[in-house]
C-alpha cells in the first residue's frame, strides 16, 4: 500500500481573512462547486447550471446539475454534470465531446484538461484524451489539480494518487492528518500540494512532509488557488490567505 509521508506538527504563519474577496462572494446560497480564476473571476454551480462574475454583474446559464468547475480566466473555464465536460469560451457553454467517460471532476493547467471519474483518471490535450483505471471506491475520484503535465494530483475524500508523467502512484495520508476529517479541494503548484478538508483544515505536503494548520471559524473550505507567492483557501464561509515567506 501506500506509504504514509511524515507529519510536520508546525502551523503555517500569515494565513490571514482575504476581504476583499469575502465580499466579492455574495453568489448563490445552494452552491455544488466554486471556482476562482487567477483573474479573480468566480464560476459557481448548483441544481440548475453555473452563474458567473468577473467581478461586476453575476449572470446564469441553465445547463441542469453541474457538480464540478475549473476556472482559468473570465474567458476560459470548464465544467462537470451528467457526464458531460462543458467547455466556457467566454460566450456559451459547450461540450467537450472527446472526453466520453464517466467524470466527477475537472481541473485546467495550462493547455491540458485533467479529469477524474468512477474508476478513470486522464487528461484532455490536443484534442486527444488519454486515460487510466485507478481503484478508488466507494465513489471514485472527486478531486484533480495539477503543476504540470508530470505533476497532477487525484483524490478522494481520504486518499491521493499522484501523476509524475509516466505513472499513477497513490500516497499515504496520515491518520493524524485528517483525523477524521475527509479532503473536499486540492491545489498544487511545483513541488507542493494544498489540501482543504472538513472541520477547517488546511494541509500542506511537501518533500514528504505534511503540514497541518486548522482555521476556527472558517469549517467549510472547499477550494485553493494561487496568486504569485500567495495561496489562497476559501468556501462557503471565508477566503483566507497564505503568504509565503
Request: aromatic share 10%; charged share 20%; hydrophobic share 40%.
Amino acid at each position: 500500500g501506500a506509504q504514509p509521508g511524515k507529519l510536520e506538527t508546525t502551523s503555517f504563519a500569515g494565513l490571514e481573512p482575504c476581504h476583499e474577496l469575502v465580499y466579492a462572494y455574495a453568489g448563490p446560497d445552494m452552491a455544488h462547486a466554486v471556482s476562482v480564476g487567477p483573474d479573480g473571476s468566480f464560476y459557481v454551480s448548483d441544481m440548475n447550471g453555473i452563474q458567473q462574475s468577473d467581478g461586476g454583474e453575476w449572470s446564469a446559464t441553465e445547463l441542469g446539475p453541474v457538480t464540478d468547475l475549473s476556472a482559468q480566466t473570465s474567458a476560459q473555464a470548464w465544467a462537470v454534470g451528467s457526464r458531460r465536460v462543458l467547455r466556457w469560451d467566454g460566450m456559451t457553454w459547450e461540450r467537450v465531446p472527446e472526453v466520453d467517460t464517466f467524470v466527477r471532476t475537472v481541473f485546467a493547467e495550462g493547455e491540458r484538461l485533467w479529469v477524474g471519474g468512477r474508476d478513470v483518471v486522464g487528461w484532455l490535450s490536443e484534442g486527444v484524451f488519454t486515460s487510466h483505471a485507478v481503484h478508488a471506491p466507494p465513489r471514485g475520484i472527486t478531486m484533480v489539480t495539477a503543476a504540470g503535465p508530470d505533476d497532477a494530483w487525484f483524490g478522494t475524500a481520504t486518499a491521493l494518487w499522484h501523476w509524475d508523467g509516466e505513472s499513477l502512484v497513490e500516497v499515504g495520508v496520515p491518520r493524524d492528518v485528517l483525523e477524521g476529517r475527509a479532503m473536499r479541494g486540492l491545489g498544487a503548484r511545483k513541488g507542493e500540494l494544498w489540501v482543504v478538508a472538513s472541520e477547517g483544515r488546511v494541509l500542506r505536503y511537501a518533500a514528504d512532509t505534511w503540514t497541518v494548520h486548522d482555521t476556527p471559524g472558517a469549517t467549510r473550505l472547499h477550494g485553493v488557488t494561487f496568486d504569485g507567492g500567495g495561496v489562497r483557501v476559501y468556501g462557503r464561509d471565508a477566503i483566507l490567505r497564505f503568504q509565503s515567506r
